[in-house]
């Protein structure tokens, strides 16, 4: 989920976040332990642009998530740069 405010036409600022709650085990051969379950939630902040491109829209946002209460998973920072070009 996500909450924005733009701050100007073309920029937005905001906070993101995620609960991850495996509710199925692991399964296969690879599966050498158990079902493994995992969990974990995750909240940060964002932020998104809107520029132009000769006279195309392009679109970029940069948003970083702290995990934390995890289980059979790792808990720290992850950072996500997305570019959206129109085809």
Do not use: C
Request: aromatic share 14%; net charge negative.
């Amino acid at each position: 989920m996500s909450a924005s405010h733009f701050i100007t036409s073309q920029t937005h600022l905001g906070v993101v976040g995620y609960v991850y709650h495996q509710v199925t085990g692991d399964s296969g051969s690879g599966a050498t332990q158990g079902d493994f379950k995992s969990k974990v939630s995750a909240v940060g902040p964002q932020a998104g642009h809107f520029f132009m491109v000769d006279k195309e829209l392009w679109y970029a946002n940069l948003k970083g998530y702290y995990e934390f209460d995890a289980q059979n998973r790792a808990e720290g920072w992850n950072t996500w740069l997305t570019l959206v070009v129109p085809l």
